[in-house]
């Protein structure tokens, strides 16, 4: 479960952020999360659960947004939208495809209590 050691490393981020600004408490965080990044959303929220515990996130609730794969076609230019692994194209079936988006893990927000 490399998800516990991903929540470790986002720790330490808001840690910081929190400290930088004297905030009392992390309130809220948001996540994007890719189909394609090698976390499962699911696992991160029970790592937060688990290690917020103890620390100034303790009462803070944790949202993850699903970013779906986003791919071009570059020979026929078809935009494909997935939530599983594409390896053709729907349109023209060439595997000549270029990942616009679904790979990311992004702190995309953290709410602070000041």
Do not use: W
Not at 49 to 74: H, N, Q
Not at 76 to 96: F, R, V
């Amino acid at each position: 479960m490399h998800e516990l050691s991903l929540i470790t490393n986002l720790f330490d981020i808001l840690e910081k952020q929190a400290n930088d600004k004297n905030a009392k408490k992390i309130v809220h965080v948001k996540l994007q999360v890719g189909v394609l990044s090698g976390a499962v959303p699911e696992l991160l929220e029970s790592a937060f659960d688990i290690y917020k515990k103890d620390t100034i996130a303790r009462e803070a609730a944790i949202t993850i947004e699903k970013v779906p794969l986003k791919m071009d076609c570059k020979d026929c230019k078809a935009e494909l939208i997935s939530n599983d692994y594409i390896l053709t194209c729907s349109q023209c079936g060439s595997s000549n495809l270029k990942t616009i988006a679904g790979t990311e893990l992004i702190l995309e927000k953290i709410e602070l209590e000041i």
